[in-house]
């Protein structure tokens, strides 16, 4: 039995009661239900309760999983992206959250040509410097943005984060939106299962949550 479709009732509840909280609309912020990793029994009853947003971390995976389903859905790609795969995620994602180095900004920015589409865009700023994790560190964020920009024509909209695990999520929430804020960009991709509460109340426009929507994901 998945824990599904309560608990997804019970993540939506929460957002609103969050942004509410800070004198937000609920609507203000979009719930982007990462199916990653998830068996499609976990899924489907969250899409039968309306869900229309997802998240998926690998390119491959999301197009073996949504390609057939896509129509009316609108789909994150919320994982690193490789170069050669660039094509693929220009083609099938809505919205790519990890823009986050100027050699990935130039192929994105030749694919969008070539094919007439374009994503969503957010650069991904590494918050927390953690070695392994990708994006842009704070301090190359504004150079970055402003390459994005004036050298690769790409209009991002807006930042995404995923604060170190073992620090409390709120400074790193509050330095994402400062980034945004002093760019010119008004969308904030923070806050996960953990911490979503968190992240609205520091001005999150999305929320990416897996677990607290599908349950625990297959190892
Ligand atoms: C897996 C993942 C999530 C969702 O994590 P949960 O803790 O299950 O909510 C959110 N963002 C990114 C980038 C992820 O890779």
Request: glycine residues 8%; aromatic residues 6%; negative net charge.
């Amino acid at each position: 039995m998945s824990i599904a479709p309560d608990a997804y009732a019970d993540v939506l509840a929460r957002i609103a009661r969050a942004a509410q909280a800070v004198g937000r609309a609920p609507t203000d912020v979009t719930l982007v239900a990462v199916s990653k990793q998830q068996p499609w029994d976990a899924i489907e009853p969250v899409l039968e309760a309306g869900q229309r947003v997802f998240g998926e971390n690998r390119v491959q995976d999301a197009m073996a999983r949504w390609e057939n389903r896509a129509d009316g859905l609108t789909l994150h790609l919320i994982g690193p992206l490789q170069t050669n795969k660039a094509k693929e995620a220009i083609a099938f994602f809505d919205v790519v959250e990890t823009l986050d180095r100027e050699k990935l900004a130039r192929v994105l920015a030749e694919e969008i040509q070539r094919q007439g589409r374009s994503p969503r865009l957010y650069v991904q700023v590494n918050t927390g410097e953690e070695p392994q994790k990708a994006g842009v560190i704070p301090a190359d964020a504004d150079a970055f943005i402003a390459a994005c920009r004036t050298t690769y024509g790409l209009q991002p909209e807006g930042l995404m984060c995923i604060p170190p695990a073992d620090e409390p999520a709120g400074p790193h929430f509050a330095l994402l939106r400062q980034i945004a804020a002093r760019n010119g960009l008004h969308k904030l991709s923070m806050g996960m299962s953990g911490d979503f509460e968190t992240a609205i109340r520091f001005g999150a426009t999305s929320v990416r949550v897996g677990s607290a929507v599908f349950g625990a994901r297959d190892a």
